[in-house]
């Protein structure tokens, strides 16, 4: 199997630094970054006794992150992905006693003064403690500074485009130095967040570190990744490896310390075997089954149990408990997994049980019953975590299960940061949501209803690990979902549905506020940006499911929600193809247009130059006479996207007079801005402005399709 190497990213040249900005800023970085001073500096004229009057000074010497700089990164971070973060509390850590060989390997690592390899690859497969391992590392590493530390998530925190930013922003936090860096950099270049990951890694971390040597530290920095196998898209994990393994093989003296873990994935481990690659990091393996793991399991255990026992009275009744015979069995089964063991212990404990023994002898059948199957095919070891799982699934009542399911599939595809969000947009009361969990303590974190709508703490439904996640997902595995994707893409479309019923046709202004909430949580300003949330995720992602499925528009629901949404906002990312086979099609084109969706009337009765400045609809022109010229003032309306395409600001910024023309205008605004023939006929498409900038979301707006 080919794989691409860090050069093809971060090549040696690409550290000479360019810049295409306007020659006032050349000059400004000139004057603050070369490392000559200015002519002028020393052979100037001899100035001396002169006068300031009413002077203004300014402090320098240290920057903060304040203003617009502060709002560009933070724009850009993965919240909740560092070690202390409350979205994480409680985290997962090495429960004392266990995993001290690894973590003691792991310290030599990080002690050693003459190392020749600046990172460590820590490996294994799903439940055996790698994060506990790195949070344990985070909270506890001696003889090295903690510099910043990045925990993936799926579905949560896997945005591969705010990895750097979230490391430089930790680092910056901690360093004053840095900070300023930082700042000057973004206040020079204010896109920069923006950039391709091999900028940003050049800007934040070749840059400082190396061209101008920042850090003066008396240890090096450690950056810590945990998880890179969550990040989204293969392709950005093995970018995000070539990237720091080329920077530790190009500046071996560079005070950075990288450890990373992840599963060994095949796009992960074939792009460290590369030769290339080899020779950057320290591999510490961790198996399953392990002498050492078994001892470790073996220990939380016994830990555990005696936990157990002293919060039931009742259970000092017995003599030994677990029986030794029934705690061993237990002890195999987990095969060194701690999936397995913290799942047991969880459901044993769970209060909605109220009855530790009676949980302990289901565990014991489920055990034996695992057992009795070994021979079936069962992936192994995860037989065990599977049977364990069955179980804990087939608790759910037949009447609520479909209400938990719905749940389920929302905690694995959703990004929603609480409880109470998640509710809202299922349309479940509290009643309903805790009821049909209540079985899924020991699977999944439920926080209480006073913290439902805690987003800063992230109290969404979340897996305890992610093997409960994987154990969903794979039909191999589990029977609860034939196509977990399908299944929650089509729960998405019920609920964006649902949501639009409550939008009358004529709602204008202000139509989210017409949406039902089945959890008010009692903030009115919570309340309302909850529904601007939903209005806003329904407009932007409804069009994008139609595409997928014509045969939707048929649904006088959904064309209901197409037609209270704000689709016009959207167009700009619908791919060409949309507009060929929902307009060009006369049976949907008929459709839009009869449930008044779209309009269809003669170009010359549209002054686009005024839509265009108020941002009042979309159009989308479409011409008879194939390879005719456009209008002109549709030719104008191009025109001027073009011009503010290139000044564009960021997507959160945009303003009302900037057209963006669908698959990039051509350079001759005079030509087909989307040329897709249907017949006899040539679409010609722009989306005119489509924000206004008084309001964060817009009121809702017709599409106009014209005819020449």
């Not at 400004?28 to 006068?51: A, E, K, L, T």
């Not at 686009?608 to 005719?628: E, F, H, N, T, W």
């Amino acid at each position: 199997m080919s794989g691409f190497w860090a050069s093809d990213f971060v090549h040696p040249q690409l550290y000479q630094y360019t810049d295409t900005r306007q020659p006032h800023a050349d000059t400004m970085r000139n004057n603050i970054y070369s490392s000559s001073r200015p002519s002028w500096w020393s052979q100037g004229p001899d100035i001396h006794d002169f006068v300031i009057n009413n002077p203004i000074m300014q402090d320098v010497s240290h920057y903060s992150f304040t203003g617009n700089q502060m709002k560009l990164l933070e724009d850009r971070l993965l919240w909740g992905a560092e070690f202390d973060s409350s979205t994480r509390d409680p985290p997962p850590r090495c429960h004392p006693g266990t995993r001290l060989s690894i973590i003691q390997k792991i310290q030599r690592f990080l002690d050693d003064r003459g190392r020749e390899k600046r990172m460590l690859w820590l490996v294994g497969p799903a439940g055996v403690g790698k994060s506990a391992i790195m949070q344990t590392l985070a909270e506890t590493a001696s003889n090295i500074t903690l510099g910043a530390s990045l925990f993936f998530a799926v579905n949560q925190r896997d945005d591969p485009s705010k990895v750097l930013p979230t490391l430089a922003y930790q680092i910056a936090i901690k360093y004053p130095p840095y900070r300023q860096f930082i700042l000057q950099e973004i206040t020079l270049d204010p896109l920069l967040p923006h950039k391709s990951m091999t900028k940003l890694f050049n800007k934040f971390f070749v840059e400082p570190f190396v061209r101008r040597h920042i850090y003066h530290g008396p240890l090096p920095l450690l950056i810590i990744i945990d998880g890179l196998d969550e990040c989204e898209g293969e392709s950005k994990q093995r970018e995000i490896l070539g990237l720091i393994s080329y920077f530790c093989l190009a500046y071996p003296t560079a005070p950075l310390i990288w450890v990373i873990s992840s599963r060994p994935e095949p796009q992960i481990t074939t792009f460290l075997s590369l030769p290339k690659a080899a020779p950057s990091y320290v591999k510490e393996e961790m198996i399953i089954d392990s002498d050492e793991a078994c001892r470790d399991v073996e220990r939380y255990l016994r830990s555990n149990f005696e936990m157990i026992r002293t919060k039931y009275p009742a259970l000092s009744l017995f003599s030994r408990w677990p029986a030794e015979g029934d705690f061993c069995k237990i002890a195999a089964s987990s095969t060194g997994l701690f999936a397995f063991a913290s799942t047991v212990i969880r459901h044993i404990d769970d209060p909605a049980g109220g009855n530790p023994v009676f949980q302990l002898q289901q565990v014991l059948k489920v055990i034996d019953y695992s057992l009795s199957r070994s021979g079936d095919g069962r992936p192994h070891p995860l037989a065990g975590l599977d049977a364990l799982y069955d179980y804990i699934i087939s608790l759910i009542p037949p009447d609520v299960l479909p209400t938990a399911k719905k749940l389920l599939l929302n905690m694995v595809w959703s990004c929603s940061p609480s409880f109470g969000d998640q509710c809202n947009f299922l349309g479940m009361g509290p009643d309903v949501a805790y009821g049909s969990l209540h079985h899924l303590h020991s699977v999944v974190r439920i926080y209480p209803p006073d913290q439902a709508f805690d987003e800063w703490k992230g109290t969404a439904l979340r897996s305890h690990h992610k093997s409960f996640v994987d154990y969903l997902t794979d039909p191999a595995r589990s029977t609860l979902f034939a196509d977990a994707k399908y299944e929650g893409d089509m729960l998405v479309l019920q609920c964006m549905v649902r949501i639009m019923k409550d939008v009358p046709d004529d709602a204008v202004r202000d139509p989210e506020m017409h949406i039902t909430l089945s959890w008010p949580c009692g903030d009115p300003e919570v309340e309302q940006d909850m529904r601007r949330s939903y209005f806003k995720f329904t407009s932007d992602i409804l069009i994008d499911i139609v595409i997928m499925d014509l045969m939707l528009l048929r649904d006088p629901d959904i064309i209901h929600a197409l037609k209270v949404s704000d689709i016009s906002g959207t167009f700009q990312q619908v791919p060409e193809y949309f507009f060929e086979l929902a307009l060009g099609n006369a049976h949907n084109r008929t459709t839009l247009m009869a449930h008044q969706v779209i309009q269809e009337m003669p170009f010359r009765m549209l002054d686009l130059d005024k839509m265009a400045y108020q941002g009042v609809c979309s159009v989308i022109y479409r011409s008879k006479r194939p390879g005719a010229p456009l209008p002109p003032a549709f030719r104008r309306v191009c025109e001027r996207g073009c011009q503010n395409n290139v000044r564009q600001k960021p997507s959160h910024e945009a303003k009302l007079g900037s057209p963006e023309c669908l698959s990039r205008p051509p350079a001759d605004p005079s030509r087909s801005v989307n040329t897709q023939r249907h017949g006899s006929d040539e679409l010609r498409t722009a989306a005119l402005a489509h924000k206004t900038p008084s309001k964060f979301f817009t009121r809702r707006t017709d599409i106009y399709q014209t005819i020449s």
